[in-house]
């Protein structure tokens, strides 16, 4: 079995997506073939759009952007629409990480990728939405089903072994294992310090350009 | 003001009162989520491509009129793209509303939403996607949902009035 994993994260580095993707290969490459693929900008070439036909499953990871799929690969989306790949048994899959505490936020987004999916003749698989991403690619991994990340961890290993058997899962939603009053907090803090590496000061978070 | 943010090149829908519509006009750059618009240029977006300045202009509206090609149940890449590109709308700072974690207030306007969305064969499914979709959006941007409607081509959407 080979199985691509789309990273649709605008970031080619150090992007939650890919952290989603890296912590769910871990669970894939024993048992199948894994293939990694970055939709990082509004375009993919004839030769990636080749290469994904000769496989039996895709997982998108994207970040939420303004409740749905990010405009760059909305954009790849409706390119592979029309490369009219002919493979009904494709499984598509969707790993959406919020900004926000709520994994349930990433609800419009995974419906939007089912329909895609349905509408280029692909099978629908079931997809996850993460609530609490901003801090996922800081977060270590802590063995034994412990941590912030412990449920999506387990929210991925369920996904993992439904892909391996082809099998279709209910979207599920998972947040961090972390107060939710403390994530606000922290991001917060996060957006007064870079303001202030940027060199500017904390007033201008405020700033509005009309009155 | 209404601010219209469409993906018809050849916008000709009347429209009345006061308006600005943003429209293809060049290339746009998507949003390489580097957060510059709340942390290194606040309220406008560090790539400077002619769309930059959507998320004032957002703070200027009373009425966001989305008219766009039905993707899925989502606006088309250009006009999410240029969602995406105005997040600095909003505040970076979370507050809880309807029990969700979503973004503070930047501006004191209350935007009315509403979308046009065009397509040959949008499903019944997809519909709903889209309906759910906006008041989604209405409740990011601490706003109202006004209408969502469908049509089966351009030509049936250039005979309403915004």
């Given at each position: 079995?080979?199985?691509?994993?789309?990273?649709?994260?605008?970031?080619?580095?150090?992007?939650?997506?890919?952290?989603?993707?890296?912590?769910?290969?871990?669970?894939?490459?024993?048992?199948?073939?894994?293939?990694?693929?970055?939709?990082?900008?509004?375009?993919?070439?004839?030769?990636?759009?080749?290469?994904?036909?000769?496989?039996?499953?895709?997982?998108?990871?994207?970040?939420?952007?303004?409740?749905?799929?990010?405009?760059?690969?909305?954009?790849?989306?409706?390119?592979?629409?029309?490369?009219?790949?002919?493979?009904?048994?494709?499984?598509?899959?969707?790993?959406?990480?919020?900004?926000?505490?709520?994994?349930?936020?990433?609800?419009?987004?995974?419906?939007?990728?089912?329909?895609?999916?349905?509408?280029?003749?692909?099978?629908?698989?079931?997809?996850?939405?993460?609530?609490?991403?901003?801090?996922?690619?800081?977060?270590?991994?802590v063995e034994g089903g412990k941590g912030?990340?412990?449920?999506?961890?387990?929210?991925?290993?369920?996904?993992?072994?439904?892909?391996?058997?082809?099998?279709?899962?209910?979207?599920?939603?998972?947040?961090?294992?972390?107060?939710?009053?403390?994530?606000?907090?922290?991001?917060?803090?996060?957006?007064?310090?870079?303001?202030?590496?940027?060199?500017?000061?904390?007033?201008?978070?405020?700033?509005?350009?009309?009155? | 003001?209404?601010?219209?943010?469409?993906?018809?090149?050849?916008?000709?829908?009347?429209?009345?009162?006061?308006?600005?519509?943003?429209?293809?006009?060049?290339?746009?750059?998507?949003?390489?989520?580097?957060?510059?618009?709340?942390?290194?240029?606040?309220?406008?977006?560090?790539?400077?491509?002619g769309y930059e300045k959507t998320g004032?202009?957002?703070?200027?509206?009373?009425?966001?009129?989305?008219?766009?090609?039905?993707?899925?149940?989502?606006v088309s890449p250009f006009v999410k793209?240029?969602?995406?590109?105005?997040?600095?709308?909003?505040?970076?700072?979370?507050?809880?509303?309807?029990?969700?974690?979503?973004?503070?207030?930047?501006?004191?306007?209350?935007?009315?939403?509403?979308?046009?969305?065009?397509?040959?064969?949008?499903?019944?499914?997809?519909?709903?996607?889209?309906?759910?979709?906006?008041?989604?959006?209405?409740?990011?941007?601490?706003?109202?949902?006004?209408?969502?409607?469908?049509?089966?081509?351009?030509?049936?959407?250039?005979?309403?009035?915004?």
């Open positions: 079995m080979r199985i691509a994993l789309l990273n649709g994260s605008p970031k080619v580095k150090n992007s939650a997506s890919g952290t989603l993707l890296e912590d769910l290969k871990g669970y894939l490459e024993q048992k199948a073939e894994v293939v990694n693929f970055g939709f990082h900008s509004a375009a993919i070439t004839e030769e990636t759009i080749g290469e994904l036909a000769k496989t039996d499953a895709w997982v998108f990871a994207f970040p939420l952007y303004v409740d749905g799929i990010p405009g760059h690969l909305l954009s790849c989306l409706v390119q592979l629409e029309q490369a009219q790949i002919q493979n009904p048994e494709m499984r598509i899959y969707g790993i959406v990480n919020c900004g926000f505490y709520e994994g349930i936020q990433a609800e419009f987004a995974l419906k939007i990728l089912q329909n895609w999916s349905i509408k280029a003749g692909f099978f629908w698989g079931g997809g996850l939405g993460v609530g609490g991403g901003g801090g996922l690619s800081m977060m270590p991994k912030p990340k412990a449920p999506i961890e387990k929210a991925l290993e369920i996904l993992s072994d439904n892909i391996l058997k082809k099998e279709a899962q209910d979207d599920q939603y998972v947040s961090v294992a972390f107060p939710r009053f403390l994530y606000r907090l922290g991001a917060q803090i996060g957006w007064r310090q870079m303001i202030k590496a940027n060199g500017g000061k904390t007033k201008d978070l405020e700033k509005r350009l009309v009155k | 003001m209404k601010l219209i943010i469409t993906d018809l090149e050849n916008f000709q829908i009347p429209v009345e009162g006061e308006y600005q519509v943003i429209k293809p006009n060049g290339d746009i750059h998507h949003c390489i989520g580097c957060f510059g618009c709340w942390v290194k240029t606040p309220g406008e977006c560090v790539l400077h491509d004032s202009e957002m703070g200027r509206c009373t009425e966001l009129i989305l008219i766009s090609r039905c993707c899925y149940g989502s793209t240029v969602q995406d590109r105005a997040i600095s709308y909003i505040h970076p700072d979370f507050v809880i509303r309807k029990g969700e974690m979503h973004h503070k207030r930047r501006y004191q306007n209350v935007i009315s939403l509403s979308a046009h969305l065009y397509g040959e064969n949008i499903t019944d499914v997809e519909k709903e996607t889209a309906r759910e979709l906006m008041q989604a959006n209405a409740d990011n941007y601490d706003g109202l949902v006004k209408d969502v409607s469908f049509y089966r081509s351009i030509e049936e959407l250039e005979g309403i009035v915004l």
